[in-house]
């Protein structure tokens, strides 16, 4: 049987359980209905904020109910469920979203156009919801998206922050943070549930005693935040599953301080109304490095606790026990900032649930797994221990035994190694190490991309792994791309469509079957126009939000990612300048027109990351303004970069700059997106980059710069910037410091020699500088060839199907999370 009549049979099934199949639905009726609910009005006389509301409501309550028989007809079976705990969801707007996956998009387009209605306009009106920082809390999302496709029972939890990522606005070319208030229009996706709320208790102190002869801990003289759970229904494609997302919002409880009350001490008790709600005001926008604030450990600390509390007391629910836990539940710490579900879960079983320690520690164990994300030091978690033991003395004494068991461990494989077993602790050098946390307890740790498990087991991690190599594996990365193709590019998606026929929607690597036509002129240029129209949205946008006008037959070459000197972006920007040098030397010269655009926010502290920004501001204003050089080079910076606006500049894109030092960036998947949509990467040997090459070989992909080992062997050696200058590389720092951009950026310079501390740049920037202008020249050269682009782009769509997150999600499921 294939999938299609499979599913067709489900959802028969469905509509025999189930009152309100979607399949019958009528939507001019639904939304009637909920207008005549909610606002006691129709669609003849609605507003179209109220149809807006309306029509997300009645999304939402198909969904709800999806979720009820879903979830029933899970614990009829009683499947295996996977909690997914993360601080970020980078869930980007839904209702389009939605709508497509329930198969419903055409109906509803063409009611509401009836009723004289543009959908469009109603989409744009959905906010994204901005719950995460960039690719770690996109692919939380992209991963529920794909579990949901698949029928996997997923939870996701995380917190209902008040306020999303910030908006970013360029004023005088420097970036400013104002708030994102997602929830004025946002709010319509979440329903609250009061009554589950969950009691999480900080700060206090350990007691210990007896109780008829049974040693008991508890923590006393806490202080209460009840978190109220808010559900967020996810929808699959084509499935009969829907699955929720649960956002913690932290309140003080309905009995609060009576006493400062009845002492008339009325504003006292509002304060500390106001301080507990904080918890979950607002999302640590730094992606980059830790801060180590009591507020992210409270944040961190409301998560996990109210997240495990909920889990555990629906599964004594379900099956009247604890000790079955790992084989009916997984719960997956994404990076290190849910790791307290090692010492919490750990608190639960014991003090609560009156387990003795070897036990609960076999139940954590085997019930939790972590991905790890970055390989950068500074981004380890790590927490001060007077602070950590100040909000949660009971964890951090469940820290402790933790470490002494630990090491007493580590003391038996490697005696009298102090340096490595200091280096493997959970606690040491005043701090408790988040990652040492889960590598001591999670029964899998997996990297993101090969190349970053291969720097896992033999670098960061390597004495962990030695002890248990098991636990470790690789998945790499994958994206949502029924969102990241088929929602944000239409236009190539119906002509595959009716190329290859439709399986592709089904399954990726359908796209393979495009393979057969790379020599086919006809399809070549198909797509090359198809192409060009998604450049003259992109064009139009420009034009619309920078005031720069830009060529649609220019190569649009593009940046967009958080900012960070790892990615380098200031090499692209670099290569800029020096190309305008170059026209400005010959003004008449061959050159083959390009548009670079960046998008990008700095983490709101990050100074060296803002002046990038402002260098490449600079540089635009320069370059855009020069007549000289006006039809071949063009810069554009796009403010407030968000999930909605990549979906506007991805399917726009010839090529993808994905140029980090080799080594750094744990896999991307911006690199992903852009490579499905056609776009040709010009790019490092580093992160999915590698795998991405495997798929498309050489000839494919433009590579330049070291290689990882190459970098840690030069670093070894000692890196020299100025070797790597040559005089046209020198007249480019030149422009950097001699005003002829505006203003100086003498810093930007310096960190590219030798830091203040005399320590040359970590990046290695100008290292790579030749070879990837070198990479460039190709780009322009092969572009002149414009079958040759087209088939590259071609070869690029084709093989990507391996980056789905239909497939990640399964190796999740098979070799991590064991679900059936
Ligand atoms: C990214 N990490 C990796 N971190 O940089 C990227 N960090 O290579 C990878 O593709 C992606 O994760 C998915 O695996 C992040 O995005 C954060 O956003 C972050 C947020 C808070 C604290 C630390």
Same mark, same amino acid.
């Given at each position: 049987m294939n999938k299609k009549q499979n599913s067709k049979q489900k959802i028969q099934k469905l509509a025999e359980n189930d009152a309100r199949p979607e399949r019958a639905i009528q939507p001019t009726e639904l939304l009637n209905d909920t207008l005549r609910r909610i606002f006691g009005c129709e669609l003849a006389d609605a507003t179209q904020k109220q149809v807006y509301r309306a029509l997300c409501i009645s999304v939402r309550e198909l969904l709800t109910e999806k979720n009820r028989v879903f979830g029933n007809r899970c614990t009829e079976k009683e499947r295996k469920e996977v909690y997914y705990m993360s601080m970020e969801f980078l869930v980007g707007t839904s209702l389009r979203n939605n709508l497509f996956n329930l198969g419903l998009e055409a109906e509803f387009r063409k009611a509401l156009a009836d009723a004289g209605f543009d959908i469009d306009e109603i989409y744009a009106i959905d906010p994204d919801a901005g719950l995460g920082n960039g690719g770690l809390g996109r692919l939380a999302s992209c991963y529920m998206d794909a579990a949901t496709g698949m029928d996997y029972p997923m939870t996701g939890f995380s917190i209902r922050y008040e306020? =999303? !990522?910030? $908006?970013?606005? /360029?004023? *005088?070319?420097?970036? +400013?943070?104002?708030?994102?208030?997602?929830?004025? +229009? =946002?709010?319509?996706?979440?329903?609250?549930?009061?009554?589950?709320a969950v009691e999480v208790k900080f700060g206090g102190e350990v007691r210990e005693w007896m109780d008829n002869d049974r040693f008991k801990v508890a923590q006393v003289g806490y202080s209460s935040v009840m978190a109220v759970p808010y559900d967020m229904y996810i929808s699959g494609y084509d499935s009969d599953a829907a699955n929720r997302l649960v956002l913690w919002s932290a309140k003080l409880p309905q009995s609060f301080d009576m006493a400062a009350f009845s002492r008339g001490d009325y504003v006292r008790a509002l304060?500390?109304? &106001? +301080?507990?709600?904080? !918890?979950? $005001?607002?999302?640590?926008?730094?992606? *980059?490095? !830790?801060?180590?604030?009591?507020?992210?450990? $409270?944040?961190?600390?409301?998560?996990?606790?109210?997240?495990?509390?909920s889990i555990l007391k629906k599964h004594y629910k379900k099956y009247r026990t604890y000790t079955n836990l790992p084989e009916k539940v997984a719960i997956h710490i994404n990076d290190t900032h849910p790791a307290l579900c090692v010492p919490e879960l750990m608190r639960l079983l014991i003090d609560e649930h009156d387990f003795g320690w070897d036990e609960a520690w076999d139940i954590t164990c085997r019930t939790l797994s972590y991905t790890n994300h970055t390989v950068m030091s500074e981004a380890l978690e790590r927490w001060n221990v007077d602070l950590f033991r100040e909000q949660l003395p009971r964890v951090y004494s469940i820290c402790q035994e933790i470490n002494r068991r630990l090491i007493e461990h580590l003391c038996a494989v490697y005696p009298n190694d102090w340096g490595k077993i200091n280096?493997? &602790?959970? /606690?040491?050098? @005043?701090?408790?190490? +988040?990652?040492?946390? %889960?590598?001591? &307890? %999670?029964?899998?740790? @997996?990297?993101?991309?090969?190349?970053?498990?291969? /720097?896992?087991r033999n670098g960061i991690f390597r004495d962990y792994c030695q002890i248990t190599p098991e636990r470790f594996l690789n998945v790499t990365n994958g994206i949502a791309y029924r969102r990241w193709l088929c929602q944000s590019d239409p236009l190539l998606t119906d002509y595959l469509k009716q190329l290859i026929g439709g399986d592709f929607l089904r399954d990726a690597r359908a796209l393979e079957k495009l393979l057969p036509y790379q020599n086919d002129e006809k399809v070549l240029a198909d797509l090359m126009a198809i192409k060009r129209k998604n450049k003259e949205r992109l064009a139009a946008l420009i034009e619309n939000q920078n005031g720069v006008r830009v060529d649609p037959d220019s190569i649009f070459d593009i940046q967009i990612k958080r900012l960070h000197e790892y990615k380098r972006q200031l090499l692209n920007i670099l290569h800029v300048l020096y190309l305008y040098r170059q026209i400005k030397a010959n003004p008449h010269g061959d050159f083959m027109p390009r548009t670079f655009i960046f998008a990008a926010k700095a983490s709101a502290g990050y100074i060296r990351a803002k002046q990038i920004i402002s260098l490449i501001v600079a540089a635009s204003k320069l370059i855009n303004n020069d007549p000289d050089v006006n039809d071949k080079l063009k810069v554009v910076f796009l403010e407030d970069y968000k999930v909605s606006l990549a979906e506007i500049i991805i399917p726009a894109a010839d090529i993808s700059e994905q140029i980090s030092i080799a080594g750094k960036e744990a896999s991307g998947t911006g690199n992903m997106k852009l490579m499905i949509n056609g776009a040709v990467t010009i790019g490092t040997l580093d992160g999915a980059n590698v795998e991405i090459h495997e798929q498309v070989g050489d000839e494919n992909i433009f590579l330049f710069g070291m290689k990882a080992h190459e970098v840690e062997e030069l670093w070894q050696r000692g890196y020299h910037p100025t070797e790597f200058i040559t005089p046209e590389l020198q007249a480019v720092l030149d422009m950097l410091t001699s005003g002829v951009l505006g203003q100086r950026f003498d810093d930007l310079v310096d960190s590219l020699l030798t830091n203040r501390f005399g320590t040359a740049d970590p990046y290695m920037t100008l290292a790579d500088f030749q070879d990837y202008a070198r990479a460039q020249r190709d780009v322009a050269a092969v572009y002149q060839d414009k079958q040759r682009f087209a088939r590259m782009s071609l070869i690029n769509i084709a093989k990507a199907g391996i980056f789905s997150s239909d497939r990640a999600v399964k190796e999740y499921a098979d070799e991590i999370w064991n679900l059936d």
């Open positions: 306020f =999303g !990522i910030f $908006k970013q606005k /360029i004023v *005088d070319g420097w970036q +400013m943070e104002f708030p994102d208030n997602w929830l004025e +229009m =946002g709010d319509v996706w979440l329903q609250a549930r009061e009554d589950d304060e500390r109304n &106001a +301080m507990a709600e904080t !918890i979950s $005001k607002v999302l640590y926008p730094a992606d *980059d490095h !830790i801060q180590g604030k009591r507020l992210r450990l $409270k944040q961190q600390y409301l998560l996990v606790s109210a997240s495990l509390q280096y493997m &602790a959970v /606690i040491a050098n @005043n701090e408790v190490r +988040m990652a040492n946390l %889960c590598l001591a &307890a %999670c029964h899998k740790v @997996n990297g993101v991309s090969k190349l970053h498990t291969d /720097i896992l």
